[in-house]
């Protein structure tokens, strides 16, 4: 049986069979592939930027909606009857070095297209208004099967997504993405060091503050 | 029966008998006594600031541990067991005007004081290292009763915090809050300009940037 959050990713994914026996030999050669969601790289990287004062960010959890509850006597609180619900914004948000920060990550098996079905209209709205306010925006987009991590700036986003709202491509080419986006490399501490591509984005005014 | 969220707040709590009745000539005589919660008024006050171009600032969805979810056919997921769990961090956060925005929002039905067991070690360190960042960070109180709202700046909060630890004052006195806060007057559309406050505090130095 397969449970899917709206999103489409799956509920509670089992660890990957390729994640590796525990050992630092072993750790040192499989970086970027120890069986981790994209999701799990990232937020194994945001523990490591707060734990060294560089930046706190944070996943929102996933809204629910609550239906019922039950509150057992001398026992906590039960939710018996929920249902996931949209969330109305990106899933990733903090601040690094006085810079608000606001993105979207999203994995692909594709190998050299990147569907914008991945997006949902009220992601790119949240992202435009972000941006609006001097945040600085992004999407961290991986291709699960070529190992390749992608920092794409939300302007170049919004002109493909406008492009396939006027019968342009519904999908950003591999080739597209390398010329618009700073790639990132995973490593060890901080899993995926993607604080590095955003000051690179911040630097080169490629981000306006 | 009591149902109630981890943090004390009551779970689906209705509206208060005091609600009145939606005529605009009503409204006009009861602001800020419309039977309205503190977090009610700061959502509000919320949408009205994303629709005016002003602040991107959300409450963050209450995070839940998800233990068992179904999957009818044709039908979405159910979730059928799950917990209310503890937040890492503070229940809002967001941008105004290229200022990242971080805080709490507590109602009391004291009156001349304000316990400080409101508050948990996790969000005072939230708060501390938003701070650090570059953060604008403070605390919305309100005084139910009094229906008067406060904007205090964390530096306050953390004195009285850290004077608390050390066998100081368990609760910080109406005064003292009058004192260290910006005061904002429930108002028609936002329902509580916060931000006017945040603005002030920005001008007067008393949050860096």
Not at 46 to 57: E, G, L, M, Q
Request: charged share 25%; net charge positive.
């Amino acid at each position: 049986m397969k449970i899917n959050y709206p999103d489409g990713r799956a509920f509670n994914t089992p660890p990957s069979k390729k994640s590796p026996v525990n050992t630092s030999a072993k750790k040192k050669m499989i970086f970027g592939d120890r069986g981790m969601t994209l999701e799990e790289e990232i937020n194994e990287s945001n523990k490591y930027y707060r734990s060294h004062d560089i930046a706190v960010i944070y996943k929102k959890p996933t809204p629910i909606q609550i239906v019922k509850v039950d509150y057992p006597k001398r026992s906590r609180a039960v939710i018996k009857e929920a249902y996931f619900a949209q969330a109305s914004t990106t899933d990733y948000n903090g601040i690094y070095n006085g810079y608000y920060i606001d993105f979207e990550a999203k994995e692909t098996t594709h190998k050299n297209t990147f569907p914008l079905k991945n997006f949902h209209q009220h992601q790119i709205d949240h992202l435009r208004a972000c941006q609006k306010q001097g945040g600085i925006c992004f999407v961290i987009i991986k291709y699960v099967s070529l190992k390749r991590y992608f920092i794409m700036p939300v302007d170049n986003l919004f002109e493909y997504w406008n492009g396939q709202r006027n019968n342009g491509p519904k999908s950003i080419q591999l080739k597209q993405i390398i010329d618009c986006s700073v790639e990132v490399s995973p490593d060890y501490n901080p899993t995926l060091p993607y604080i590095k591509a955003v000051q690179s984005l911040i630097e080169s005014g490629r981000e306006k503050k």
